[in-house]
């Protein structure tokens, strides 16, 4: 009886073992089996900075306008109050994860230099997290003069109305009329 219970119990160790090799192997993967393929939250962290606002930020401009420019920096440090560190981080599921780091130096309240690495312009941010791109060529939305005189003539317009008269009142005026 003694031998029964040892054996089911080192089965039972080793099924864990087992399921829990599993379980790991399963959260390193993309998709269970090749066909399922579990949701990914979308993380991003910092300021986006584009290589256009980069570029609008200039030696000599006060703290106010590089923060209205970049925005507020991620992480001021009160042990290097001249300098701001703006980072950034993006995990989107279907585009390839993303970080960048961006550092203004200054000089009392005027700005001295910038730090950044290789920045892209918006358009070709925008392009690197859309996961929803479209194929093909967009559709056209003109019609071709052939189209155009393919189409039925528009129909006549009713000759216009003359104005209508107010309807008649059946309550009081709101303002007391002269006098």
Not at 16 to 42: H, M
Not at 113 to 139: C, H, M, N, W, Y
Not at 145 to 155: D, V
């Amino acid at each position: 009886m003694f031998l029964i219970i040892r054996w089911a119990g080192r089965t039972g160790l080793i099924a864990a073992f087992g399921a829990l090799a599993a379980c790991s192997s399963l959260q390193s993967s993309d998709s269970f089996l090749g066909v399922i393929t579990p949701y990914r939250i979308e993380v991003v962290q910092g300021n986006v900075v584009t290589r256009e606002m980069a570029a609008a930020v200039r030696p000599g401009m006060s703290r106010t306008q590089v923060r209205d420019i970049l925005g507020s920096p991620l992480l001021t440090d009160i042990f290097h109050a001249d300098r701001w560190d703006y980072m950034f981080t993006i995990r989107r599921q279907g585009a390839e994860p993303q970080r960048r780091r961006v550092t203004a130096y200054f000089d009392g309240e005027q700005l001295a230099r910038v730090e950044a690495d290789e920045l892209p312009s918006e358009q070709e941010f925008v392009d690197s997290i859309d996961t929803f791109k479209r194929r093909g060529d967009p559709p056209k939305l003109a019609l071709t003069e052939e189209q155009l005189k393919a189409l039925p003539p528009p129909a006549p317009r009713p000759a216009e109305e003359a104005p209508r008269a107010a309807p008649a009142r059946t309550y009081p005026p709101l303002e007391p009329s002269g006098g």
